[in-house]
């Protein structure tokens, strides 16, 4: 029933909108290459479903793989900064300068390395940049987050490195961790988006491609249906991130 | 005369040059109780790291005869971690110390037990009440069979008949292997009715005020909170801790 009611208010809110947007663009008599109405938008996405399915299935498998690649540079990055201090200060400079770095005024030259001929090499690349940082960081707090009397006691008994990363800092940072993970989905998505706008070709066939090229012909409303896609694969994403963030910390806190 | 498992001679700690703590005169014998209390800053927790070997005196000694693994403390919350069940927090001290994993983990099973845990080998921290997490605290100081236990404010956060039936057990637990036991508190009776020897402290910086013998026997028998002598050993004690304070205030 609560989550009945949880789902009802949205969707009631969803509609009044579209039903104003409907309405004030039949009554104004708003020219559709304009401002189409919702049900103009919503026949592109009947008919073009096939091909956005397709881009969004291009996009979320780039966007995956970057959230992969970036998992496995920032993990083990994140363990060794944390085993020791130094390690961290030559780091943690990098990758803030890394992540305060727009990655639309590097991707022109990932684009170049990747090969003109490879765009989806470069929109990985540029989506792991983007990945990066969350999960870095998270990781590297969640390391850091753990109580100083449970710190006190592996003094006390003598702890080394490895069992204090092991049994004590490592597990401290799972909660940490699974957030950098959860923001990183989502950012993998927009650095996809991102630098496939950037690479500007259809190489990748991605859903920024599908809104790039329905803007150069004017077809505004299948520009709207691929924001559409866009938007329910970045909200799909975030809902299967915060399943599984939900299923880790259950276990991780012994309880369902 | 056995020796001293620590001796504090003229031992001072400062806490970026101000100084927090002594100088102070202490010895801690093997086997016996004592409490140290005093008002809030008055550097009970610092005392309690010098004495686990956690922290150094800035200037004095503190001579500490005891190897890895022979000191364990017990923190105010319980620090539990809350990704394992009570049976792996119990055995991490073995296992930090190299004991095999099945032998660690039958000592804490049997410390469970003899804190009056038993049955509650998988739960998850989360899942105990404060006093529980609080016993499992203490079973996983007493894995190792220590021969100096450290308190610090062990039942600060539980309610008063949950720390007095705490308190027996503690006691009682200290009668089977009678490990010296330093117990820092701000709760006066806690410390007279724990301690054989009760150490006052002042304020920032905590120097000694007064030191007293509580008598009595140990364990304490059932109604020995009522009888006269504790009472007044009580008054005294809170006497020697307003006059301590008062001087720091004045």
């Known amino acids: 029933m609560k989550a009945l009611a949880a789902l009802a208010l949205p969707a009631a809110l969803i509609l009044v909108l579209l039903g104003g947007w409907e309405a004030a663009c039949r009554l104004l008599a708003v020219p559709s290459y304009i401002l189409p109405p919702p049900s103009e938008i919503a026949q592109a996405v009947i008919a073009g479903r096939a091909i956005l399915f397709a881009s969004a299935w291009n996009t979320l498998a780039m966007a995956l793989a970057a959230l992969v690649v970036a998992a496995a540079i920032a993990t083990p990055l994140a363990l060794l900064t944390g085993l020791s201090p130094v390690i961290e200060r030559a780091v943690s400079p990098l990758a803030v300068t890394l992540q305060v770095t727009p990655v639309v005024a590097i991707a022109p030259l990932v684009v170049i390395w990747a090969g003109l001929e490879h765009p989806e090499r470069a929109i990985v690349a540029l989506a792991a940049v983007v990945a990066f940082f969350p999960i870095f960081s998270g990781a590297l707090s969640g390391l850091k987050s753990a109580d100083p009397d449970l710190e006190r006691l592996f003094d006390l008994y003598g702890a080394t490195r490895l069992q204090r990363l092991l049994r004590l800092r490592a597990p401290a940072a799972t909660p940490f961790y699974m957030e950098g993970i959860k923001v990183a989905a989502g950012l993998s998505i927009i650095g996809a988006v991102v630098a496939e706008f950037v690479a500007g070709s259809g190489g990748a066939q991605g859903l920024a491609w599908r809104i790039l090229e329905a803007g150069n012909r004017l077809r505004i409303a299948e520009m709207f249906a691929a924001v559409f896609a866009l938007a329910v694969l970045g909200a799909g994403l975030y809902a299967a991130m915060q399943a599984v963030e939900r299923k880790v910390l259950a276990a991780w806190r012994g309880r369902d | ?250």
């Not at chain 2, 500490?64 to 792996?88: D, K, Y």
């Open chain 2, 1 to 250: 005369m056995t020796a001293p498992l620590v001796r504090l001679e003229g031992a001072e700690v400062d806490y970026r040059d101000r100084r927090a703590l002594g100088p102070i005169d202490l010895e801690f014998a093997p086997g016996g109780l004592t409490a140290l209390v005093g008002p809030s800053g008055c550097g009970k927790s610092t005392a309690l790291r010098l004495l686990a070997g956690l922290e150094r005196p800035t200037r004095g000694r503190a001579t500490r005869s005891l190897a890895r693994g022979e000191t364990a403390v017990v923190f105010q919350s319980p620090t539990l971690a809350p990704w394992a069940s009570a049976l792996a927090n119990v055995a991490l001290p073995l296992e930090l110390s190299g004991a095999p994993r099945a032998e660690a983990r039958a000592r804490a099973a049997e410390a469970l037990a003899r804190v009056g845990l038993k049955g509650a080998e998988g739960l998850r921290p989360a899942q105990l009440s404060g006093g529980m997490a609080m016993r499992a605290s203490l079973a996983r100081a007493l894995t190792t069979r220590p021969r100096l236990l450290l308190l610090d404010e062990p039942f600060a956060a539980l309610d008063e008949i949950v720390r007095r039936s705490l308190a027996d057990d503690v006691l009682a637990l200290w009668a089977e292997t009678r490990p010296a036991v330093a117990f820092v508190t701000h709760n006066v009776e806690d410390a007279a009715y724990m301690a054989e020897r009760v150490v006052v402290l002042t304020p920032g910086p905590g120097r000694i005020a007064a030191v007293f013998e509580t008598g009595g026997p140990m364990p304490r028998p059932p109604g020995f909170r009522a009888e006269a002598g504790f009472r007044r050993t009580v008054e005294q004690v809170s006497a020697a801790l307003a006059v301590a304070a008062g001087e720091a205030a004045a």
